[in-house]
């Protein structure tokens, strides 16, 4: 069975141009996860879909960060204008069910570098 | 809120010898308690978990963490590691019945032959 998915594994841009990341879940998994580990700092929370809906997006840091998860499967989590504070590496997870004991399965995360 | 301390960023150790990784949590409300390891270039994994009963949890490659509730502590031991055990480990809690995962800084364990 494939893992969680990641796209791409590294991005390098410029600060004031776009960045999509990809997450393809483990199939079957309605809940899917973004979180942000800037340098050296603990793993934060973005946010979290259950199928194509948005659960809880009180991680996401301000407006130029927008995330979707169209049909419920896939997710892209899209950032216009990328500045030099973005930088960091973005983790993907999903899982079963929301309980809270369920294990979220992660992906192998992409390491975005504004510059 | 919940917030998760992991004492120390790196960790140094021979092979061979014990170690062990430390994290404090805080929480008003009860919690499942979770100790994750990054191998380089590697996505996140689940060493173990605490969810309920025994307060001592093993995991296959003999790691084990204990749930202390007094001490709102939860830290991972091993008594003789290995070179492959060099990774970085995160250790995490979830309000029980809830989503969101609150990660530490991560410690660093670095195991020199």
């Known amino acids: 069975e494939a893992g969680v998915t990641q796209f791409p594994s590294h991005s390098v841009i410029e600060k004031g141009q776009t960045v999509t990341l990809r997450c393809d879940p483990i199939?079957?998994?309605?809940?899917l996860y973004w979180y942000r580990r800037v340098m050296g700092k603990e793993i934060k929370f973005l946010l979290h879909?259950?199928?194509?809906?948005?659960?809880?997006e009180s991680g996401m840091p301000n407006n130029r960060f927008l995330a979707e998860r169209t049909g419920g499967t896939y997710s892209t989590l899209k950032v216009q204008p990328a500045e030099l504070e973005d930088s960091g590496v973005y983790f993907c997870?999903?899982?079963?069910?929301?309980?809270?004991?369920?294990?979220?399965?992660f992906g192998q995360g992409t390491r975005l570098t504004v510059v | 809120a919940q917030s998760v301390t992991q004492l120390d960023s790196q960790v140094p150790v021979f092979e061979e010898a014990p170690v062990e990784l430390r994290c404090n949590y805080s929480?008003?409300?009860?919690?499942?308690l979770f100790w994750y390891v990054q191998y380089p270039n590697q996505g996140l994994q689940l060493l173990l978990k605490?969810?309920?009963?025994?307060?001592l949890v093993k995991s296959i490659n003999g790691f084990e963490a204990e749930f202390n509730k007094s001490q709102t502590s939860f830290h991972l031991r091993k008594p003789s590691v290995h070179i492959s055990d060099t990774a970085e480990y995160f250790c995490a809690v979830k309000v029980t019945g809830g989503f969101k995962t609150i990660f530490g800084a991560g410690t660093r364990l670095f195991v020199k032959a």
């Open positions: 929480s008003s409300v009860s919690v499942y």
């Open positions: 879909f259950v199928k194509e809906s948005k659960q809880d």
């Open positions: 605490y969810l309920s009963g025994s307060t």
């Open positions: 997870a999903s899982s079963q069910d929301w309980a809270g004991g369920s294990e979220a399965f």
């Open positions: 199939s079957g998994h309605d809940n």
